[in-house]
């Protein structure tokens, strides 16, 4: 066997090779991290954002500041985010209207899909279908009946187009093949105050918005949009039960940071938010707004994001939607 020998050079460049530090990612987080909500205060995006950032801020040992970036339905921050540097100091909580933008707005100066790297969803919240009492329907059979008996009589309200509340009723327009009046406002709550006085006839609406009318008897419940029925409203058939079958939507938010950001640094802010779910403050929080914690790997939200952007885009396409 040949003997491979190293002379005093030799040796002297492997004691000071082996002396060296490891090479070690920097330390994360290094700084305060930067929480972009797209909208404006006071609203859900905004509501379950500050919930979920005070608790990351224990769990990363940094604080979270919440920065506030309303502007073009929520392209804005979202553009600030996705032009970021991808070190995980910049993070954004988004919700459905990330995969509706994709489609509804041209010329987005961002790639939902590539620009964006996943964390995880955060949580779903179910949506219910509300007619005014007056109304003669009491299950959604019964309202679809009087739909197609009055093509285009019954007005429903939204918070505007590419909002929640108008797809999700285009969505059921598109499969049961009903035809419906959209009578948009800027807000869902102006138009639940139509839909009490009797200028309406029908709004999905989300279960934080519903919850306070429905106790009051202003306005009647007939479906929940999820797959499975709410555990706040356990009484309330799915739309699926209601006849209206493989109908399923919810209003979902989710965490991303800017594609690019080390795996690393994503675990890490993964298993964070499963934390801050898991705790027993936030599912409390979460539980007044109507809201189911929702934990997910980057893997499925990613996974489930390009299921929502195909699945909307078709919705924008087949109604004509367009951007106020």
């Not at 491979?4 to 330390?27: D, E, M, Y």
């Not at 519903?210 to 202003?218: F, G, S, T, V, W």
Request: charged share 15%.
């Amino acid at each position: 066997m040949r003997r491979i020998t190293c002379g005093n050079a030799c040796f002297a460049a492997f004691v000071a090779f082996t002396a060296l530090p490891a090479l070690a990612q920097p330390a994360y987080p290094a700084r305060p991290i930067r929480f972009i909500v797209p909208f404006p205060p006071g609203g859900g995006n905004d509501i379950v954002g500050r919930i979920v950032a005070v608790k990351l801020g224990e769990g990363l040992g940094q604080q979270v500041v919440v920065d506030n970036r309303g502007g073009a339905g929520g392209t804005l921050g979202t553009d600030t985010t996705a032009k970021a540097a991808p070190d995980g100091h910049t993070l954004l909580i988004n919700n459905i209207s990330l995969a509706v933008n994709h489609t509804l707005i041209p010329r987005l100066p961002y790639d939902t899909l590539r620009d964006l790297a996943p964390v995880s969803l955060i949580g779903r919240q179910a949506n219910i279908v509300v007619v005014h009492p007056a109304v003669a329907a009491k299950s959604v059979n019964e309202l679809l009946a009087l739909a197609r008996a009055k093509p285009g009589q019954i007005n429903y309200g939204s918070g505007g187009i590419g909002t929640a509340s108008h797809l999700a009723t285009e969505l059921l327009k598109l499969m049961t093949r009903t035809e419906m009046a959209h009578v948009p406002y800027k807000g869902l709550g102006p138009a639940l105050t139509d839909l009490i006085g009797g200028r309406l006839q029908i709004i999905i609406s989300t279960m934080a918005s519903a919850l306070p009318q429905i106790k009051a008897e202003r306005l009647r419940p007939l479906a929940v949009t999820t797959a499975q029925r709410s555990q706040f409203f356990p009484q309330i058939p799915t739309m699926d039960e209601a006849g209206v079958k493989g109908y399923e939507f919810s209003t979902w938010y989710g965490l991303l940071v800017a594609a690019g950001t080390p795996r690393s640094i994503v675990a890490r802010l993964n298993s964070e938010t499963a934390r801050a779910l898991d705790s027993m403050l936030v599912k409390e929080q979460f539980g007044t707004q109507g809201l189911e914690a929702t934990h997910s790997t980057p893997e499925a939200f990613g996974a489930y994001l390009r299921t929502e952007v195909a699945k909307w885009g078709k919705v924008i396409v087949a109604s004509g939607a367009k951007p106020e």
